[in-house]
């Protein structure tokens, strides 16, 4: 699984799965973000950053840009991740 991140960005590969991209986000990417996290102290303007990351993190998977004008909550809608806060 390391070679294929390094060759592809596989939350950007059309080739894979949206159910595939939505566990190797959940299992990767948020846990070991919100691990880091832990020790931080929550702000607004951090819980605003973890989530602006996240749904960033969603438009690429979906492969949605922000030209699209597709808005956030369509985009939860669509990949159905629980908010990382």
Do not use: H
């Not at 070991?32 to 020790?39: K, Q």
């Not at 819980?47 to 922000?66: A, D, V």
Request: hydrophobic content about 40%.
């Amino acid at each position: 699984m390391v070679e294929i991140w390094k060759d592809e960005q596989v939350l950007q590969d059309e080739k894979f799965p949206l159910s595939l991209k939505k566990k190797i986000f959940t299992q990767c990417v948020i846990s070991t973000s919100l691990y880091a996290a832990e020790t931080w102290a929550t702000t607004k303007i951090l819980n605003n950053k973890i989530r602006s990351t996240q749904l960033s993190m969603e438009r690429k998977m979906l492969g949605i840009t922000w030209q699209d004008k597709v808005t956030n909550k369509k985009i939860r809608e669509q990949t159905k991740l629980p908010d990382a806060l």
